[in-house]
């Protein structure tokens, strides 16, 4: 495929939480609007796939006694021939999911706005947090809820996406739920609505510190973001503790933004490598305009546009690191958005910190690692058990 007869492209970051399981890890992305190829065309008359496809097709024609969907056959030969390369960040995306994929991929979507996990040893749906401002939230749901029916229908761990489809639904639909919280069973019933996944939170912590949570990089959190700073900086906050934690990524050009405002102008924020352009490094263009001490929160769920954000505190800024190392998202997919309106995600570039680190599989050490009391998560985290950070507080003294 010529990727250089590609339109405008954007950099974005796509956020995994929308599949809504435990491991919440975002992919880097770069999306291209339009290619003059179609992913569908198989020259069957030279390649050998071609003619393995034409010899299939005329087995199945003369000999197979059911329904034929040429269709829904020729998107699930393609989906398995991009899973073959064995890389579960590069996938085929047909016409009818290319939408909401890039609907989600800038952190928005319509449904009750929770996330949910299968729970293995119970066989149940369990919550891992409702969206702050969402339906969900609003209604009342709390982490480690068990979902046991929608409309009237059960559901299991094993049918955790079947859930997940329900629960994002068309702005409007109403869904009702029987919720199981300890041995209360609970009946609700919630609308659903637009949610965006990231709500940039702050507060003033003890000793006149600035706290700013950032879960995650959609469009508008770097304007966000600098609103609430600005709010903080009036009351005259000594530092600034940035929390980051299960921050999976998001926009990048959002995470790159905030950090344009924290580095010294000129200073390298991200260096990307690839076949067709090689290598390229991207420096701030504007002042510093935060210039007080900064302290960063991180965890195993820390990854891609946030490591970039971590990366360029640390190695530009100094900035202290508090909690687990990050995981270790350091490679980037190009999103193709074909002719037919299918997509193409492929990896194609990988990114390093300013100090040419290796981010991928490896992630960012923390200056101080502190672990979570047994048993806390931090979707269940209060200010007295979060020993990370009650030691980002401590820095400060």
């Not at 009237?152 to 409007?172: D, M, P």
């Not at 510190?209 to 009036?234: H, M, V, W």
């Not at 997509?343 to 200056?367: M, Q, S």
Request: with cysteine.
């Amino acid at each position: 495929m010529d990727t250089e007869n590609t339109q405008k492209t954007y950099k974005i970051v796509i956020l995994m939480l929308l599949t809504i399981i435990l491991t919440v890890i975002v992919t880097t992305i770069i999306v291209y609007n339009q290619t003059k190829e179609n992913i569908k065309y198989v020259p069957v008359d030279s390649s050998e796939i071609g003619k393995t496809f034409n010899s299939l097709k005329k087995w199945i024609e003369q000999k197979y006694i059911g329904e034929i969907d040429e269709e829904k056959m020729l998107e699930t030969a393609i989906k398995g021939y991009v899973a073959g390369l064995g890389d579960k960040y590069c996938e085929y995306i047909t016409k009818s999911e290319m939408e909401e994929y890039l609907e989600d991929a800038v952190g928005k979507f319509v449904g009750i706005g929770v996330y949910i996990t299968n729970n293995t040893k119970t066989n149940q749906i369990q919550v891992l947090a409702p969206m702050e401002g969402g339906p969900a939230d609003e209604a009342g749901i709390l982490p480690g809820d068990v979902i046991q029916k929608i409309n009237g229908e059960e559901y299991t761990a094993e049918q955790l996406q079947e859930a997940s489809e329900k629960l994002k639904n068309e702005e409007g639909t109403k869904l009702e739920l029987e919720i199981l919280r300890g041995s209360e069973v609970i009946q609700l019933e919630l609308e659903c609505k637009e949610v965006k996944t990231s709500h940039v939170r702050s507060e003033i912590l003890e000793n006149n510190i600035g706290y700013i949570r950032l879960p995650s990089f959609d469009e508008d959190t770097a304007t966000e973001f600098k609103n609430q700073y600005n709010e903080l900086q009036t009351k005259n906050i000594k530092g600034l503790i940035l929390d980051l934690r299960n921050n999976g990524g998001g926009v990048v050009d959002e995470a790159l933004e905030i950090a344009d405002i924290m580095v010294e102008k000129g200073k390298t924020l991200l260096i990307t490598t690839s076949k067709s352009d090689g290598e390229k490094i991207q420096e701030s263009e504007n002042e510093k305009i935060i210039n007080i001490p900064v302290v960063l929160l991180v965890n195993e769920n820390t990854a891609s546009a946030s490591e970039i954000l971590t990366a360029d505190l640390k190695e530009n800024e100094n900035a202290k690191i508090v909690g687990k190392n990050t995981y270790g998202k350091g490679i980037i997919q190009t999103i193709y958005t074909l002719s037919d309106g299918s997509g193409l995600k492929l990896t194609t570039n990988e990114y390093f910190t300013p100090n040419r680190n290796v981010i991928n599989k490896v992630g960012i050490a923390p200056d101080y690692e502190v672990e979570l009391p047994e048993g806390v998560s931090i979707y269940s985290i209060t200010r007295e058990n979060d020993t990370q950070l009650q030691k980002a507080i401590q820095l400060f003294e």
